[in-house]
């Protein structure tokens, strides 16, 4: 049987290459809550974790912005 931990961290690097720092919060945090998430059906079913684990983006664009007079 496979380590319910190592298969959601597998999907989460998938998502988010490159983001080493990212991997290991979350790692922290998987296997702190993952014996709740399994004793607890309907927070798995929720997908609780995978919402947890969305990490927070900034985008940033400029609009150049040009009067009437030029």
Do not use: C
Not at 15 to 30: D, I, L, W, Y
Not at 36 to 46: H, T, V
Request: aromatic share 8%; glycine share 2%; proline share 9%.
């Amino acid at each position: 049987m496979s380590n319910p931990v190592d298969e959601f961290m597998a999907r989460i690097i998938a998502k988010n290459p490159g983001e080493v720092e990212f991997h290991q919060a979350v790692r922290e945090v998987t296997e702190s809550l993952m014996p709740f998430i399994l004793e607890n059906p309907k927070y798995r079913s929720a997908k609780i974790l995978e919402r947890m684990a969305e990490p927070e983006r900034v985008i940033l664009f400029r609009v150049p912005w040009v009067d009437d007079k030029g």
